[in-house]
């Protein structure tokens, strides 16, 4: 099948190059927001163009404290295994970001660690693995549900990725961003939504995030820069988002010829929403869409 013929959400690409194929995953159940959840679907491609599957990544067991609202699945290798962090929740629980583990890049897929990895106190979602000097570091959204005005946070995993070391360090508040756009809800008088962070490191060694909220038109997605070159920053925000209109939750990924291709989602409404690929550069700026 091709990507138009895929709902999917949050998409998210690994490269497996043993096998020389490209893993796809993401938000995969038909209605995300409601209902119960079946898990995770998982497709694969050899050229990005013609894709197979879904075949299961994840599908929890009956004990899983979780039925509801499986998204934003990020697959990455790390010390021999195949790690999925994805977000979670249920009734009566704050939503969280658990790791679950695999044998193969397209899984099955089993919890890891024991609990969600982000705060059990903060509504959380959208967390990331970065690895810096062998250091592990999940990188993850404090939702506005609880502070209104939307965090992007960082707290150090234990080697095994079970569980977490000290307490999480803010990066930046989504306000900071100018091109992001307070939202209309009751619970607090401006509104700013933090999404999908995802790290990258471009050649020349700067530490950059994508991440997602609302701008002029829509769903965007704006890219930080690290000051420091480090995940503890300071970090500055990009004046104009990367992508401007009903899109964004993206990801950065190497096709197999070392290209950089930029991969998200649009529309930004159920059941329409699609992965896209774009060509992607690196500049002295930070990134730029290639026409």
Known sequence: MRLDEIQIRDPFVLYDPDEGRYHLFGSTDEDIWTGPATGFDTYWSTDLDEWHGPAPAFRPAPDFWSHTQYWAPEVHPYRGAFYMFATFTA????????????????????????????????????????VEDG????????EWKDVGDGEVHAIRLTDD?????????????????????????????RVFVTDGPSMHRTRDGRLL????????????????????????????QSDEPLWPADGGHGMIFADAAGRLLLALHTPNRTPDERARFFPLEETPEGLRLRA
């Open 161 to 189: 990725l079970r569980g977490t070391v000290g307490e999480p360090r803010l990066l930046f508040r989504a306000s900071e961003a100018r091109w992001a756009r307070s939202i209309d809800r009751t619970e607090f008088p």
């Open 209 to 236: 995030m994508l991440w997602s909220s609302f701008g002029d038109s829509g769903y965007a997605m704006g890219v930080a820069t690290s000051q420091s070159g480090r995940i503890e920053g300071p970090w500055t």
């Open 91 to 130: 009734p009566g629980e704050r939503r969280g970001t658990q790791v679950l583990r695999a044998e193969r890049p397209q899984g099955p897929y089993e919890p890891w660690s024991p609990e969600p990895v982000t705060p059990r106190r903060w509504e959380c979602l959208d967390g990331t693995l970065h």
């Open 135 to 142: 250091v592990p570091y999940l990188v993850f959204c404090h």
